[in-house]
């Protein structure tokens, strides 16, 4: 009988001390870091607008998805469309600078990319009230004087990773086939304006749609 109890006090010791590690591990342990958490995202960016019907319709899809995006105006067309500038700024996208009149900028003087860069910039600024600070190159066309000078005038190059070719107008699934590869970070390029754009609206509610049900939160640049 005494080794019995002396074995019962043994085996309660023990479930205490199991109960007692439960207790105390758990909040020892090391947390998950915020970013680790965090979900996936990817930016959709619109090129060569703003233009008065593609751009409407885009802001349309973007506003009933609750997507924001980027926008890279070309000057003499913001000079024409103010209107859309407001809009596209007072609905939380942003707009950067895409040149005056959509040269290659690689093939011109410094003092004409500058000019390109800053008149772009000052009708930006004279329509949204906020200079950008973003600029994307035409055709992607970079060199270390286009760099040099963007970053000069308070301009940051954005560049893409993900490249539609929407302005082929290949087709509807041909443009959502495309924007879903995007991955974690990705910049995906589309267009606004520089022609017919009806297949990129059409497109543009599958991508979101579909990026979203794989985990994509979409953001601003």
Known sequence: MRNLRYLLLIAGLLCWEVALQAAILPASMPQPRSDER???????????????????QVLRVLQRYQAPATFFYVGSQV??????????????????????NHPNLTTL?????????????????????VAPTLF????????????????????????WTTDTHDWQRPGVASIV????????????LMHDGGGDRSQTVQALPQI???LRQ????????
């Open 79 to 100: 000079q024409k469309n103010e209107a859309l500038v407001r809009q596209t700024y007072q609905e939380g996208d942003v707009i950067g600078d895409h040149s005056w």
């Open 177 to 188: 086939s495309a924007a879903l590869r995007a991955h974690n970070g990705s910049i995906i």
């Open 38 to 56: 965090a979900a996936a995202t990817v930016a959709l960016t619109f090129d060569d607008g703003p233009q008065a019907i593609f751009t409407p």
């Open 136 to 159: 994307r190159p035409p055709y992607g066309a970079t060199n270390t004087t286009v760099r040099n000078i963007s970053s000069q005038l308070g301009l940051t190059q954005i560049l």
């Open 214 to 221: 794989r985990g994509f939160t979409f953001i601003a640049l």
């Open 109 to 129: 003087s410094p003092a004409a990319i500058r000019w390109q860069l800053r008149a772009t910039s000052v009708v930006i600024q004279q329509a949204t009230g």
């Open 208 to 210: 979101i749609s579909e």
